[in-house]
T-cell receptor
Framework: GNSVTQMEGPVTLSEEAFLTINCTYTATGYPSLFWYVQYPGEGLQLLLK?????DKGSNKGFEATYRKETTSFHLEKGSVQVSDSAVYFC???????????FGKGTRLSVIA | GAVVSQHPSRVICKSGTSVKIECRSLDFQATTMFWYRQFPKQSLMLMATSNEGSKATYEQGVEKDKFLINHASLTLSTLTVTSAHPEDSSFYICSARDPTGPDYGYTFGSGTRLTVV
């Protein structure tokens, strides 16, 4: 079956620290991979995506590379800000018009 | 880009009453919408897949008679929590896919915080 495993939080970092949130997946076929972000009290927003192996998604200083050999899609940012405090979800799309499969989410808190 | 509007954003209701949550795709037609429930520890649970003009497909363990889904048009899906109880209190989020979108077009509503007292 399809599943996503991401590191459990919460993760607390100081401003300007380096961020890594690990995400690994299990899937049949060739899924697309996503990172979504949820700010307090809001819905989910697409942060970045990658549709095939070795693709790198990037947005707002965040990056993640689709690694087929390690079935991973780790999220990184070189220097976090307080405004990055949110819950981050790794997700995969098996194919077509199917629902996204989500990880359990990782809460990030950035302190000044 | 694709926008999904979800209303209400917050609702408080008495135990035993019903609550309707609307999910609209504002600038695209969505033949399929998805309803999620988010639990306090933040994990998202897919409740059902809403299909325009046909019955919704419910995930295992979700009571279809309690969570009524209607997808009567290509831009509107509704979730009705019937005879709500305190344990139904949660954050409900809808999602729709714009098939013409460049990035597979999964867009999420802003969520509805339901509190049953």
């Amino acid at each position: 079956g399809n599943s996503v495993t991401q590191m459990e939080g919460p993760v607390t970092l100081s401003e300007e620290a380096f961020l890594t949130i690990n995400c690994t997946y299990t899937a049949t076929g060739y899924p697309s991979l996503f990172w979504y972000v949820q700010y307090p009290g809001e819905g989910l927003q697409l942060l970045l995506k990658a549709t095939k192996a070795d693709d790198k998604g990037s947005n707002k200083g965040f990056e993640a590379t689709y690694r087929k050999e390690t079935t991973s899609f780790h999220l990184e940012k070189g220097s976090v800000q307080v405004s990055d405090s949110a819950v981050y979800f790794c997700a995969l799309l098996p194919s077509g018009n199917t629902p996204l499969v989500f990880g359990k989410g990782t809460r990030l808190s950035v302190i000044a | 880009g694709a926008v999904v509007s979800q209303h209400p954003s917050r609702v408080i209701c008495k135990s035993g009453t019903s609550v309707k949550i609307e999910c609209r795709s504002l600038d695209f037609q969505a033949t399929t919408m998805f309803w999620y429930r988010q639990f306090p520890k933040q994990s998202l649970m897919l409740m059902a897949t809403s299909n325009e003009g046909s019955k919704a497909t419910y995930e295992q363990g979700v009571e279809k008679d309690k969570f009524l889904i209607n997808h009567a048009s290509l831009t509107l899906s509704t979730l009705t929590v019937t005879s709500a109880h305190p344990e139904d209190s949660s954050f409900y989020i809808c999602s729709a896919r714009d098939p013409t979108g460049p990035d597979y077009g999964y867009t999420f509503g802003s969520g509805t915080r339901l509190t049953v007292v």
